[in-house]
């Protein structure tokens, strides 16, 4: 009954996107309120009935209920519940039921905050959002139907791959879609745009924040996705450049450079263009990421069982919103209003160079990605593009970008100083030259690539907080009035600091761990003790665990520093009968920023066991400087001028504090 | 400055970056990418040794041994040709005699890879796709039962 229940929501919701795609488009042309204000009652009303569906399969899942194929193919009676819960979207036809739901739920945010939207450009704004709702509905019904039927049902699950039963599933696909799905708004705004025609200043404020939301899940999604792979996976990488991760890369990517040039957009007026074009293509690239997951082209964690129809009708969505989105931009992009032009040494020239490093190297990343598909497709040649393509062409890219990232908030608006800039960066060029020198000088000369590194991370760190200080006065004027300063700047300004901040961590983290980690594989026997980087490793010796749905062997080490104990490090490995798989559980010791990292191999009879064992300096920086860009992105989120809802001051005098 | 000459700097400077993006990825394409090859195919084409190549089939039923310092020895084989493989440190989970296996690596003189990396698949429905597509060149792939499943 429940299934039934919650096929038949899905279809109801199917009938209210069909309704909502053509009825407030007439009405936004026939400037019919009635017919405009259906869209924000029929948006809600999706939102309910998707949340049916969605619930009525976690209830299948949670209530083991074997006789559905998907809860049969990925749940088991043993898990844990709240892996019952997760592998609802640990499968191809649960995790797009998660997709549409978050779409549908957009939508529902949009009908409730955007009161303060001219009623045609929400009504259009909602059509839109609804077109690429009904389609996924539709791709669900007729090819991944969640509440499929077996006849008879059998006794017991084939269990979730044991990979995924880890709680990272409950957390990094749905930030994943939040950001994904999130990028929609902005692309069915450029869209509505380009169909009235109109687009100004206040366009921008209002994209401004349903974009940087969806950036901020998207930044903590990779993130998460990135610290699940470093410990899950074994061996203490944090990034694959798989065509996976690429996916989810790419829209990162799109979806920064947009938040920028829609801040030129709202400020100035100008870049108008570009920035519908930009929201078209990062919510592309968050199709293609669907696509490349979810169609089979790929093989890897992420693509679960597929079946070729599939791929087709994701490829039909694919063309028809990329193809028809780029089609309307080229056909009505000129009815637009250009914007200004400015000079290239400027905030907005720097905001442009922002955009145009960003997007090259988004498309350094395409190319990569996409490449070996169609060679394969067109020579039948399989080839990897991995790590080093990446790090040749992405790297020097974003090594750019960095450099001049801290001039961009120090130059004003229209006309900047560049040699005012420069000069008020002295300290971070002071900063970063000492510290590459003093690394240079401790690492010698045989990597020059890392002091490097470092030093460019120390100087974006210093340069992200210039700004703050030049304008709080800080070391220049009394503690009171600096305080007093800080408190009226705005929200926005701490959240670039933040936000740039943020990535120079990351860089920090990226540059140690990868150049002053050491690694030892080793076999070890019971008693035996290994030394890496001023660590003591001793085995004690390894013991059967049972748990829910498997058994655990799990070994224990006592780890010393300096002669001291500082605790136990106790990997595993798992071996689930149901799949006959066996998952590896690696130990992490945090030491400040820093990581131990174990992770266990084969046993042999005469007790030893071969072994992984990491130090990773400052490796939890990298992730830690997502998490400080996310926050950068929240205190942006919370500023006045731009929260959900606020009433628009319309004002686009340039005598606007610029920050 | 003129609007022509604004104009100018920002196409240019697009320009400028686009060409530079151009030729890292056509210098990173020339040297980074590996292929990949099937056994057959290895014996077929002589590669120069110390080419980056990946190989994929089976790990051939026997040829497992393990030395000291967990070094392996095994060939990867696709029921026509054999290429022995070379490789120090922890092999996958699923690495296991007569299972799928991609191994990633330096071409030796005498035909033998030196690997670096080692894969087997991941679960037991999943070959990697390339193993499949080594084993179905080679005529050696079955349709149906448990393979056919793990090309799904």
Partial sequence: MIPELGHYALVLALALGLVQSVVPLIGA???????????SSTARMQCAFVWIAFLALVLCYVGSDF??????????????????????????????????????????????????????????????????????????????????????????GRDLNPILQDPGLAIHPPLLYLGYVGFSIAFSFAIAALIEGKIDAAWARWVRPWTLAAWMFLTLGIAMGSYWAYYTLGWGGFWFWDPVENASLMPWL?????????????????????????????????????????????????????????????????????????????????????????????????????????????????????????????????????????????????????????????????????????????AAFAVGLAVAAITLAIEGTHSVLAPFGVGLAFYVMVGSLTDLAERTGLLRTPLGTVRARAAGLPRSAWGTAAAHFGIALTLLGIVCAGTWGSELIVEVKPGQTISLSGYDLTYAGVKQEPGPNYSALVGTFIVRSGGVAVG??????????????????????TRGASQLYLSLGDSKPDGSIAIRFYYKPLVMLIWLGAVVMMLGGALSLSDRRLRIGAPKPATKSSLQPAE | MTRKQRRLILIGSSLAVLTAAVGLVLSAMSSSIVFFQSPSDLAEHHL?????????????????????????????????????????????????????VVAEGKLEAGGSIDADTVLAKHDERYMPKEVVEALKRSGRWQEGGEQAGAAK
Avoid at chain 1, 371 to 378: F, G, I, Q, V
Avoid at chain 1, 568 to 589: D, G, I, V
């Fill in chain 2, 48 to 100: 120069a040794p110390g080419t980056r190549i990946r190989v994929g089939g089976l790990v051939k039923p026997g040829s497992v041994e393990r030395g000291d310092n967990l070094r392996v020895r095994f060939e990867v084989t696709d029921g026509k040709h054999d290429i022995p493989v070379r490789y120090q440190g922890i092999v996958p989970d699923l690495f296991r005699e007569g299972q799928g």
């Fill in chain 1, 67 to 156: 006789s559905l194929r998907t809860v049969y193919e990925n749940s088991h009676s043993q898990m844990p519940l709240i892996y019952k819960i997760t592998s609802v979207w640990g499968n191809h036809e649960g995790s797009m039921l998660l997709w549409v739901l978050i779409l549908s739920l957009f939508g529902a945010w949009v009908a409730a905050f955007g009161g303060n939207l001219p009623a045609t450009l929400k009504a259009n704004v909602l059509a839109v959002q609804s077109w690429i709702a009904s389609a996924f509905y539709l791709f669900i019904l007729l090819t991944s139907n969640p509440f499929l039927r077996l006849q008879p049902a059998p006794f017991e």
């Fill in chain 1, 254 to 426: 799109a979806g920064t450079a947009l938040l920028h040039s829609a801040v030129v957009m709202e400020k100035r007026n100008a870049l108008k263009i570009w920035t519908i074009l930009l929201a078209i293509l990062t919510f592309s690239l968050s199709l293609i990421g669907t696509f490349l997951v979810r169609s089979g082209v790929l093989t890897s964690v992420h693509s679960f069982a597929n079946d070729p129809r599939r791929g087709i009708f994701i490829l039909a969505i694919l063309v028809l919103f990329i193809g028809g989105g780029l089609t309307l931009f080229a056909a009505r992009a000129s009815v637009l209003k250009q914007g200004g032009l400015f000079a290239p040494i400027s905030r907005e020239g720097a905001l442009v160079f922002n955009n145009l490093f960003l997007t090259t190297a988004c498309l350094t990343v395409l190319t990569g990605t996409l490449y070996p598909l169609a060679l394969e497709a067109l020579t039948g040649a399989k080839i990897t593009v991995g790590g080093p393509f990446f790090n040749l062409t992405f790297g020097p890219l974003i090594v750019a970008l960095m450099v001049v990232m801290p001039f961009g908030p120090l130059l004003a608006w229209k006309r900047g100083d560049l040699l005012g800039a420069a000069q008020r960066l002295l």
């Fill in chain 1, 29 to 39: 042309r026939r400037r019919d309120t009635a017919l405009m204000r259906l869209a």
């Fill in chain 1, 568 to 589: 136990l490090m106790q990997p595993s490995k798992r071996t689930f009968a149901t799949r006959a798989m066996t998952t590896n559980e690696a130990a992490l010791m």
